[in-house]
């Protein structure tokens, strides 16, 4: 399975990585990538326990919210406004 990551995941990933050979504390990891201790300890055990994937986006590759609305509800405008629209 191939990989992508975003610019920032690749960054994320190389001070996750230092962070995970004691090379770097929590705190400064935290700096280098804009996030607080406590993210960077939550990013540590998923990095930890799924390798490089484990920092990919969940919601990458599935369509966004307004999408998924409309998919479930159709589309935004009702039928018969569409109907009436034509009419004039």
């Not at 990538?33 to 990013?43: P, T, W």
């Not at 990919?56 to 018969?80: N, S, T, W």
Request: proline share 3%.
């Amino acid at each position: 399975m191939e990989l992508r990551m975003s610019r920032k995941e690749r960054d994320r990933l190389k001070v996750v990585a230092a962070l995970a050979e004691r090379r770097l504390r929590q705190r400064a990891a935290g700096r280098l990538v804009g996030l607080s201790e406590r993210q960077v300890r939550r990013i540590l055990v998923r990095y930890r326990a799924e390798g490089d994937a484990g920092l990919v986006h969940r919601a990458r590759g599935r369509p966004g919210g307004q999408a998924q609305q409309q998919e479930r509800h159709g589309p935004k405008r009702p039928q018969r406004a569409v109907s009436l629209h034509r009419m004039e």
